[in-house]
């Protein structure tokens, strides 16, 4: 049987529609975050506290991708 590449699109658009609504404020915060720190090509923000919505300078440094990104999975690995 063949793939429905059409419905499959529009499930996900709608899928992204939701997800988007939902993380509205979370993104917020995080974008107020990146416009405060300005860090460099290949570099974001992290929260040191992991909570985005904390958005003090001493809470906040600008580390390289790739170790905000390990941050993350071991937070979430932590918890199986």
Known sequence: ???DHKK???ARKEYLKSYRRKNKDNDKMRTR???KM???KGKEVD???NNAKNNNRSNLKCVPRKKNRQKG???TN???
Request: hydrophobic share 30%.
């Open 1 to 3: 049987m063949a793939r």
């Open 8 to 10: 499959e699109y529009a």
């Open 33 to 35: 975050a990146r416009r």
């Open 38 to 40: 300005k860090c460099g």
């Open 47 to 49: 929260h040191v506290d």
């Open 73 to 75: 999975a071991k937070k």
């Open 78 to 80: 932590s918890k199986r």
